[in-house]
């Protein structure tokens, strides 16, 4: 089949159209159910990765014109009606779905290209999922089709499910949703065609986006570096706790890694733990897994000496940041076609001092 | 150009690593698209020390020297030669420094051991050619002492890590520099942290233990092993995406068959005894470790006590993971502990290390 040109996005154009419209700030705590209205338009595109190669993608998008992977980030409340209108730009079937926010089924079922659908649902289930499509899984998942959503408490600004730890405030929180890339496998589905090779992913981002190390270009720009993406990285004063809702919509399992801290495991694939663990590893299922972990910016427990509010305060008036990385242990990840150790999958995390 | 800027602060530490011309950050001009992965000397993206920002040190209540050693030929049960890295133990017992990097390593690299408390100087001593460093996986040092290039700097000369263990128990200490070949070449050593009470108990009122094993699983694949430190660094496929592993090994020692019966790696305990498994997931591949029929009580994981402890005969793992876990058991027997290490997209087991605990 004959390769269709496809428009190209640059990284900062595919990532700037997201960060218009972060979820996140549209949603705060509220004692009602409320109506939530979204439309998603699935559209196609090439995304140029970190060592120069175009690569297809398809995405739940804010507008025709845009292209958007992962999709927006949504956070709606418990006992909401959530309608998402799905319309369909491209000329192959696409769905929508979401496996357990609600008691009854989400799933648009077949969205004819050319088409649109609504999709409506009481969002039944705190916790955060995966929105993809389900249609010719898993390839229209992984070339793209899918974003996160969150399900609050009810009248809660400060824990993943009533009497969990707490995190700081309704935007304390964040979507780290990671994905692998097959460039062979993206390309054949952009030319319709179902991929016959094993699957190699050759890139790893986290946002749609992969890192870019001091120095190179794009480093350090929010749109293009996923360590300067503010979706990705995180900032916090000493005593902050900040929640992040890790999803994996790609193929392989990872092991997510946080320096400077250990994490505190709320959550995997939907089910509260029982206990509490502190890990400064947690396990990332593939293919939809998920968990829900606090990062506490308390300070560093084997530093020496000890660090405090002055500590920062010093390193900020010398020009200095206090950071350490996250980034996924499974080293693979941290590749960019085969080499670029650095431009994979990881994000910094800052501390402040108040 | 760097994300880090640099200060004025004073510094005591001396002899920071120079600038070299050779191996450098690459500047703002792009990434050059490929070649010189695998060339001597050719390296982008590494971050020398900025000794104007070198912390200041305390004085250390124990050390450690490493140096670098990258060539440790490893005979695996099929007569193969494999060649790996590590850090070599440039201490002679006497805290000296080593000469230029380069020793005499094992592979893993020679514990790390210290108590909860003591303030910790880890010297790292790497050779002129090379870049390199030493992060202590699961201590949470500060970010000048966490052995992150990008963060702070890569290694070139003499270079002291500080830090205070405050948590007892399993951890390891591995590069951080190319850290997806470098770590895989074998760049790794167990790190433990005694509780007050010293060897014998897991954390502060924690269990006791009779006998100690330390099980770094890991798988190798024997196509990296012939890579330069800075191989794909300055673009160019050099296969980094993609392990194939084709040996898989316990605390260094094959697992097709001489873990079996490897001192230091197979257990010999008596009856009632208490056997502390360290277990770490060394390799970058999903585990899973099956104690031979054996129940064991996982009391921590890195490097810090469950709320509750957890009773299994198998755990699932991923990446440097840690997992300490108690066995007992009043049965005498040879049991066959097993490692499967599985593909981490098809969940396929790709192999099996084996070790044996026998209970007299």
Not at chain 1, 278 to 288: S, T
Not at chain 2, 142 to 155: A, F, P
Request: with cysteine; proline share 6%.
């Amino acid at each position: 089949m004959k390769r269709r040109d496809f428009l190209k996005f640059s990284s900062a154009a595919m990532a700037g159209t997201a960060l218009g419209g972060l979820g996140l700030v549209s949603w705060s705590p509220r004692s009602y159910a409320a109506t939530i209205n979204k439309t998603f338009y699935i559209t196609e595109g090439m995304i140029t990765q970190p060592d120069g190669v175009d690569v297809y993608f398809r995405g739940f998008s804010s507008s025709q014109g845009s292209l958007n992977v992962p999709g927006e980030q949504m956070i709606v409340q418990e006992g909401d009606t959530v309608n998402i209108t799905i319309i369909n730009t491209l000329n192959s079937s696409h769905s929508f779905a979401i496996d357990g926010i609600s008691d009854s089924s989400v799933n648009s079922g077949r969205i004819r290209g050319g088409n649109r659908a609504t999709v409506s649902f009481r969002a039944d289930n705190t916790g955060s999922y995966l929105y993809y499509d389900a249609r010719n899984a898993p390839y229209n998942r992984l070339v793209g089709l899918h974003g996160g959503i969150a399900v609050m408490p009810n009248g809660i600004s400060d824990e993943l499910y009533p009497g969990s730890p707490t995190f700081n405030n309704p935007l304390g929180q964040y979507f780290w949703v990671f994905n692998d890339i097959d460039p062979v496998w993206h390309n054949a589905i952009g030319n319709g065609q179902t991929p016959t090779t094993r699957y190699v992913p050759r890139y790893f981002t986290m946002n749609g986006l992969s890192g870019r190390p001091p120095g190179a270009p794009g480093a350090m720009v929010a749109t293009v570096d996923s360590m300067a993406d503010p979706r990705s990285k995180l900032d916090g004063h000493l005593g902050d706790r900040t929640l992040i809702r890790c999803l994996n919509a790609g193929k392989a399992q990872h092991a997510v890694h946080t320096h400077g801290n250990h994490m505190e495991w709320l959550s995997k694939n939907g089910n509260n733990l029982a206990d509490v663990w502190e890990k400064d590893i947690v396990p990332l299922d593939a293919n939809g897994g998920s968990v829900d972990i606090i990062f506490p910016f308390a300070p560093p427990p084997d530093a020496w000496p000890r660090v405090t509010n002055n500590t920062l305060r010093q390193a900020e008036s010398e020009g200095r940041h206090f950071t350490f990385p996250m980034h996924l242990h499974d080293e693979m990840t941290q590749t960019a076609g085969g080499g670029l150790y650095m431009f994979g999958a990881l994000t910094d995390i800052y501390y402040h001092s108040s | 150009m760097g994300r880090r800027r640099r200060s004025s602060t004073t510094t005591t530490q001396t002899d920071p690593s120079p600038t070299t011309t050779t191996t450098s950050s690459m500047g703002d001009g792009g990434m050059g698209g490929g070649g010189g992965g695998g060339m001597m000397g050719a390296a982008c993206y590494v971050y020398p020390v900025r000794p104007a920002e070198v912390p200041a040190l305390d004085t250390p209540d124990i050390v450690y020297n490493r140096g670098i050693d990258m060539n440790i030929p490893m005979t695996m049960d099929d007569g193969t030669v494999v060649n790996m890295w590590g850090f070599s133990d440039t201490g002679g017992g006497g805290g000296g420094m080593g000469g230029g990097g380069m020793g005499n390593a094992t592979f893993p690299s020679a514990a790390i051991r210290v108590t909860q408390g003591q303030i910790v100087h880890t010297q790292l001593n790497v050779g002129m050619m090379m870049f390199h460093t030493i992060h202590h996986h699961g201590i949470e040092p500060e970010y000048r002492s966490d052995g992150v290039g990008h963060i702070s700097w890569d290694v070139q000369g003499n270079y002291t890590y500080q830090w205070r263990p405050m948590h007892a128990g399993t951890y390891f200490y591995h590069c951080h520099t190319n850290t997806v070949l470098h770590a895989e070449m074998g760049m790794y050593g167990a790190l433990i942290v005694d509780p007050p009470e010293g060897p014998g108990t897991a954390f502060e009122g924690g269990p006791t233990y009779d006998v100690e094993a330390i099980w770094a699983v890991d798988e190798i694949d024997s196509s990296w092993h012939n890579l330069d430190w800075a191989a794909g660094t300055c673009g160019g496929d050099v296969g980094l995406n993609e392990l194939n592993p084709d040996y898989f090994v316990i605390t260094g020692v094959d697992g097709a068959q001489s873990a079996l019966t490897a001192p230091g790696v197979a257990v010999t305990m008596n009856r009632g005894q208490r056997l502390l498994v360290r277990y770490i997931c060394a390799g970058y591949l999903p585990q899973q470790i099956r104690f031979g029929g054996l129940n064991a009580e996982i009391i921590a994981s890195d490097g810090r006590p469950l709320p509750n402890s957890v009773n299994v005969t198998k755990i699932d793992a991923v990446s440097a993971e840690r997992y300490d876990c108690i066995i007992q058991t009043s049965q005498r027997g040879t049991y066959t502990v097993e490692v499967d290490i599985k593909d981490w997209i098809t969940g396929d087991v790709l192999g099996t290390a084996r070790t044996r605990i026998t209970v007299n």
